[in-house]
């Protein structure tokens, strides 16, 4: 019978695994079957990291996005089983609410300035582990907890690793900039690196998006070709009014990516 299903398309199911519940919901064969890969291996590579990089006594800076809340069931689970002692710090208001909500001590960098290790996801990381971030919107404050740490590890699934920055992650660099300074911004970047610069618009309200730190975001979508991406990122930081950008340069020590045959691999600074 489910065989039979199977072949025309569609199938009903309760499924309660690792990568997903799923409760009466119809799905296409190809929509679940791709959903649970990339959702194992968002858990496998989160679940790695932690498990490598945490330890007791340790302050944790914790990322944004869906590949972190694995991290953040991940660090509860050795709280609640081996009693470790952590203190997370966010990186959004995202982060702040998933450490709050599965009970683990929340701290600030006012009074954790030093963090042993930060996990973040990555929107795409290149061969040179030169990460473009930011496509929820949490830049800065990812930036800044990122800076704090004696490590920063990413954790994502395998459709981020590429060879070079928008291979495969087609949204674009992420700038945060203050709203008044927002086009002479995107035209300066423009005419000195080509592609072209869309402000980023709300989905759920009218306007644009406004970040946790009351700044728009220009998405950059830059042309083909080879970048200094570190110059790259110094000379747009320097044009006033920019606040950061989502390049990551240099940052990053280590990368999971977990793949969709349930192995995970693994790329060092």
């Known amino acids: 019978m489910f065989q039979r299903l ?11 695994s690792a990568a997903f519940t ?17 959702d194992q291996a968002k858990k496998i590579a989160a679940f790695k990291a932690v498990d ?13 996005g869906s590949t972190v809340v694995y991290a953040v069931q991940r660090l509860a689970e050795r709280v ?30 006012e009074q954790n300035p030093k963090i042993d290790c930060a996990i973040d996801g990555a929107d795409e990381v290149d061969a040179d582990m ?9 830049l800065l404050q990812e930036k800044i907890v990122a800076s704090c740490a004696d490590q920063l590890i990413v954790i994502a699934d395998y459709t981020k690793n590429s060879k ?6 087609k949204k674009g660099i992420p700038i945060e900039v203050v ?19 869309n402000l980023r618009m709300a989905v759920a309200k009218a306007g644009p998006v406004v ?3 009351g700044n728009f975001i220009l998405d950059w979508h830059f042309p083909e070709g080879d970048f200094d991406w570190d110059a790259v990122n110094r000379d747009i930081m320097m044009i006033p009014g920019v606040v950061e950008t989502g390049l990551f340069v240099k940052m990053a020590s280590k990368a999971y990516f977990g793949l969709a045959d349930g192995s995970v691999t693994e790329r060092t600074a």
């Open 6 to 16: 199977l072949r025309t398309g569609l199938v009903t199911a309760y499924i309660n």
């Open 22 to 38: 799923c409760i009466n919901r119809t799905f296409t064969i190809g929509e679940s079957v791709a959903k649970m890969s990339l």
């Open 52 to 64: 490598e990089y945490v330890k007791n006594d340790t302050v944790v800076g914790v990322g944004s």
């Open 80 to 109: 609640k089983t081996e009693g470790l002692k952590l203190v997370c710090i966010p990186t959004s208001f995202q982060a702040r609410q998933l450490i709050i909500d599965n009970g683990l001590v929340l701290g600030d960098l």
């Open 130 to 138: 030169v990460l473009i971030k930011g496509g929820g919107g949490c």
């Open 164 to 169: 070079k920055l928008g291979e495969q992650y």
């Open 179 to 197: 709203p008044m300074a927002y086009v002479p911004i995107r035209n300066r970047v423009a005419a000195k690196y080509g592609g072209k610069l």
């Open 211 to 213: 970040t946790d730190n």
